[in-house]
């Protein structure tokens, strides 16, 4: 049997009020006023498709193997790397083994389960064991426009394997099609949208009923049987109009939680799968449809192992964890809307050694130390001497990975004179509970709301911005965990 193993999620903890936009920008559009209603989800200044990508890739791994994972498939059409592997760099922060497989998908919509299919064709075929596939995208939008309403940031994460199924692949359908209902061409920041009737009447109307039917004919499925129907759409009722043609009941409509977080662009096929699986029950069966220059259809069949799999925070966690803001010149900010002065503490050339990256790429993007095979002392970073002071052992450490480990604030520092794109920048000691410490950033924080002795989450982020080279740095920061989360 092949199929979904383990599923995971992220959404990012900011939601931009649609109702900011509108007031922000209907002296030149009174009309967005219609559209100001619930929120969105926003990245944080050191957020982008990648780090998504590692957190629901995070989720998804938890309690499994991470070296029986044998290939990675990312999906995004904002992937900060053009010519870098950027699945390579998710499988080194999530510690997955280098003997593996990576690729990315890009250049449509229906990326995510482009993906997801690369994914179950290679675990099919018995080429892999274990395929992780994600897919995210942070996609930037000209200010005031209706994609700026509508678009949200997110990332989703499905393991494929043959053992502890939870969801068994039933069978799928592609229809290729150049329809072109929007694009953005080489060297081009923002998308180039064609006109929504004609994307309604002349795309979704004729090409994915045919999909569908093509899916459901290979399955041998009547569409009554479908009990979860996950389409990403931002047109009304048409979602509901599609599955009601393909005789599939109106309460098998999943909600595409536009007013949430909005549409997660080639993610948000499977952010609507993970949030399927969620609420799903043994024996239900599942309908992916994803759209974009053609239709992909996927049918899967929950299974009993769905009880049994280790709680996670998926998509429905993260959207719980979610903080307001209502200040649309820093959402213009964060995505380089905006041309800010910065102050002289911005200059200096941020250039990063790829050589000293590379040999100490397990450290920077595995967040890895080491724990002494004498003692059992954990410190970081790795170095040739236990730091236990009864103990000195001479190169006794193996490689132990901290990212996972539980942490606390030991000492922090708000400060306004060191440069930092949401100021006043935070940043201290953080200390684990089993041993080990190191200075980072935070991020995610409630200004005020810091103190020592709380806990904290590691999550992988933006350190700085090489705008010169067109290059990023990655590291661990420290995000405070509210007791409510």
Not at 396 to 416: C, G, L, N, T
Request: charge should be neutral.
């Amino acid at each position: 049997m092949v199929g979904i193993t383990a599923f995971g999620g992220y959404v990012p903890r900011l939601r931009l009020s649609r109702k900011a936009i509108a007031q922000a920008n209907s002296w030149a559009n009174p009309a967005l006023a219609s559209q100001g209603k619930f929120e969105r989800s926003m990245c944080n200044w050191d957020e982008d498709s990648l780090t998504m990508a590692v957190e629901a890739a995070r989720d998804c791994l938890t309690g499994v193997d991470r070296k029986a994972v044998d290939a990675i498939c990312f999906a995004s059409t904002t992937a900060p790397f053009v010519d870098r592997q950027n699945a390579g760099v998710i499988a080194t922060a999530t510690n997955l083994s280098e003997n593996l497989s990576t690729l990315d998908i890009g250049a449509s919509q229906r990326a995510g389960t482009s993906a997801l299919l690369a994914g179950l064709a290679q675990v099919k075929a018995g080429e892999k064991a274990h395929a992780l596939v994600v897919a995210s995208d942070h996609r930037r939008s000209r200010a005031g426009s209706s994609a700026e309403m509508n678009n949200g940031d997110g990332a989703a994460a499905v393991l494929i394997g043959t053992s502890g199924v939870i969801a068994e692949y039933l069978g799928s359908a592609t229809v290729a099609v150049d329809f072109v209902d929007h694009f953005r061409g080489e060297g081009e920041e923002f998308d180039y949208d064609w006109e929504e009737r004609w994307i309604r009447d002349e795309g979704l109307s004729k090409i994915v009923p045919r999909a569908i039917k093509a899916a459901l004919e290979k399955t041998g499925l009547a569409g009554d049987a479908v009990d979860h129907f996950a389409m990403p759409c931002t047109f009304g009722k048409m979602a509901d109009q599609l599955a009601k043609g393909a005789g599939i009941k109106p309460a098998a409509v999943r909600d595409n939680l536009h007013a949430q977080m909005g549409e997660s662009g080639t993610a948000h096929a499977l952010v609507m799968l993970v949030a399927a699986l969620e609420d799903a029950a043994p024996g239900q069966v599942i309908m992916v449809v994803s759209f974009g220059q053609g239709c992909d259809v996927l049918l899967f069949r929950t299974t009993e192992a769905l009880k049994t799999l280790p709680a996670r925070r998926g998509i429905k966690g993260h959207l719980a964890n979610r903080r307001e803001e209502t200040n649309y010149m820093k959402f213009l900010s964060f995505n380089g809307l905006i041309i800010q002065e910065k102050g002289k503490r911005a200059e200096g050339d941020k250039a990063t050694a790829l050589s000293v990256l590379y040999r100490k790429k397990d450290m920077i993007l595995g967040l890895i130390g080491g724990r002494c095979t004498v003692c059992g002392t954990l410190q970081f970073p790795k170095a040739a001497i236990c730091v236990n002071p009864n103990c000195h052992a001479l190169h006794s450490q193996e490689d132990h990975a901290f990212q996972d480990e539980p942490a606390r604030i030991m000492s922090w520092s708000a400060d306004y004179l060191t440069y930092t794109i949401d100021p006043p920048a935070h940043y201290g000691m953080v200390t684990f509970n089993e041993g080990g410490r190191f200075m980072t950033d935070f991020t995610d924080y409630e200004q005020g709301q810091v103190d020592v002795g709380m806990d904290v989450r590691l999550m992988f982020r933006i350190k700085e911005f090489d705008d010169q080279r067109g290059f990023r740095k990655y590291f661990w920061k420290a995000v405070p965990q509210r007791k409510e989360a």
